[in-house]
């Protein structure tokens, strides 16, 4: 054995490999890592929550959406209203629904112009798969306005509402009146080409009844207009005022006979209960 052997050994470092020990987290590392996982989650929640509220508008949307169509069917408008209501809460999918529920609710309510304006969102917001049903509902709805201002004799209203609704049929996409079509389940191309000739005939009768109210009528004769009388001369409107004097004198006379007539008729014949004296 020799004096190298004598020595002692120097221990060995620790190792940070896989074999061997981790070294100590400092406390300042621990509190930089988990304000960086804080910072993470606060960003991720506004995300799960969002995603929660999507799940939650999903689940309830169909529901809400069949209360409102039995509140329709039974033409309760307090009904369709609430269910409108409903799917308007947390309205981040499918917004136009509530919308044009709460159209349907004001129908029932025979606010048609609020109906229009509540159908008129309903299409900003759609897609195609509803965009033919909301333009049946938008139709009909202008329609009655355009009834309405007929019916109040406002003709050029009435025309403009009807061209309006006209429009509405006439921007349709193609998808609404092809038989196969899933825009065309219900048959909203024919309640839509229904319309359209409605709207036509109306505007044809009311051009021509305004045409024949600007027309002078046919087989009657023009009437003269009567002509001025010639003026009166001194003497004539001097015996004109004779004769207004013998007459408004005569006219007095017979009253004065008449009175003196009813006076003796009462003093002889006098009635059994007080009346009002005819003098």
């Known amino acids: 054995m020799t004096l ?75 009904g369709v209203s609430g269910a409108a209501d409903w799917m308007g809460t947390a309205d981040v999918v499918e917004t136009h629904k509530s919308h044009f529920a709460r159209g349907d609710a004001l129908v029932l309510a025979g606010d048609f112009a609020g109906a229009r304006s509540a159908f008129e969102e309903a299409l900003r917001r759609t897609g195609s798969d509803d965009e033919c049903t909301i333009r049946v509902n938008l139709v009909l709805a202008t329609e009655k306005l355009g009834d309405a201002a007929r019916d109040g004799g406002d003709a050029v209203s009435a025309d403009r509402l009807y061209a309006d609704a006209a429009t509405v049929i006439k921007q349709a996409p193609e998808g609404c009146f092809e038989p196969d079509s899933p825009q065309n389940q219900q048959q909203q191309g024919d309640r839509l080409g229904e319309a359209r000739d409605r709207l036509e005939r109306k505007r044809a009768e009311e051009q021509a009844s305004g045409n024949q109210s600007q027309q002078p009528g046919q087989g009657t004769p023009p009437q003269s207009q009567p002509s001025a009388a010639p003026p009166r001369t001194p003497e004539q409107q001097a015996q004109d005022g004779r004769v207004d004097a013998l007459e408004r004198s005569s006219e007095a006379g017979q009253q004065e006979r008449s009175e003196g007539d009813q006076r003796r008729d009462y003093l002889q014949n006098p009635p059994a209960a007080p009346v009002d004296r005819p003098w």
């Open 4 to 78: 190298l052997d004598r020595r002692r050994k120097a221990p060995a470092p620790e190792r940070s490999g896989p074999g061997g020990a981790q070294p100590r987290e400092t406390d300042g590392a621990r509190a930089a890592r988990l304000r960086r996982r804080a910072r993470l989650l606060s960003w991720g929640f506004p995300f799960v929550l969002l995603a929660l509220v999507v799940a939650a508008k999903l689940l309830t949307m169909s529901a809400a959406a069949q209360q409102a169509i039995w509140a329709y069917d039974a033409k309760d408008g307090s």
